[in-house]
């Protein structure tokens, strides 16, 4: 059972929009702890997509926004496209158990 | 350019020992935290260990006492010797550079492509 939790699937049609949520307590997300989100496609290593909560690495594509509020926090994806089909991942650090904590992650089907 | 090699993962009885190695390219070890985070399959992520740039070691309660994470800093390679595996210490295990300003809002910037780990009679 992951210390964040996040909805196990999310799908939506190609130009439509989606959210990903990523719940978490004050121990965590609440205690002001950086959001971070991850993308993985099958077989290969994560990649950043947002970090310290609302942040993109250059090239990722601004269809790709974060925010928090109290103790959770959303990925929102707008203008679906077949290639965002991927597993994301929420992180912080949660300052109770001292270790960084992920969600459970998110599998998003681009119909 | 960044880069994290893994390499050491194999197949290990129960109770066995395997000793994971990373060696990082385009930053040095005694500039960043490195933590190794695993992937059961078909599961999520689970944060393992760290070694920080200052040379604080944490570890997760799953593996604490098990697991011993290290450091060259003259080879630039990090490593995770594993002792006393279970079944349920199979994964695939990422080495992952960390950063941001203070340790709550560290992320995992890069990663290494992963080796996996399998625990079985």
């Known amino acids: 059972q992951s210390v964040l939790t996040q909805s196990p699937s999310v799908s939506g049609a190609p130009g439509q929009g989606v959210t990903i949520s990523c719940t978490g307590s004050?121990?965590?997300?609440?205690?002001?702890?950086?959001v971070h989100w991850y993308q993985q496609f099958p077989g290969t290593a994560p990649r950043v997509l947002i970090f310290?909560?609302?942040n993109r690495p250059s090239g990722v594509p601004d269809r790709f926004s974060g925010s928090k509020s109290a103790t959770s926090a959303s990925l929102a994806i707008t203008g679906l496209q077949a290639e965002d089909e991927a597993d994301y991942y929420c992180?912080?650090?949660?300052?109770?158990?001292?270790?960084?904590?992920f969600g459970g992650g998110t599998k998003l089907t681009v119909l | 350019e960044v880069q994290l090699l893994e390499s050491g993962g194999g197949l290990v009885q129960p109770g066995g020992s395997l000793r994971l190695s990373c060696e990082a390219s385009?930053?040095?070890?005694?500039?960043?935290?490195v933590s190794w985070v695993r992937q059961a399959p078909g599961k999520g992520l689970e944060w393992v260990s760290v070694?920080?740039?200052?040379?604080?070691?944490y570890y997760a309660d799953s593996v604490r006492g098990r697991f011993t994470i290290s450091r060259d800093i003259s080879k630039n390679t990090l490593s995770l010797q594993m002792n006393s595996l279970r079944a349920e210490d199979t994964a695939t295990y990422f080495c992952?550079?960390?950063?941001?300003?203070?340790?709550?809002?560290?992320?995992?910037?890069?990663w290494g492509q992963g080796s996996l780990v399998t625990v079985s009679s």
């Open positions: 992952a550079k960390q950063d941001g300003p203070i340790v709550e809002t560290w992320f995992f910037d890069y």
């Open positions: 385009g930053f040095s070890l005694s500039d960043y935290a």
């Open positions: 070694i920080h740039n200052s040379g604080e070691i």
């Open positions: 004050s121990s965590n997300i609440g205690a002001g702890s950086g």
């Open positions: 310290h909560d609302t």
């Open positions: 992180q912080s650090y949660d300052v109770s158990l001292n270790a960084w904590v």
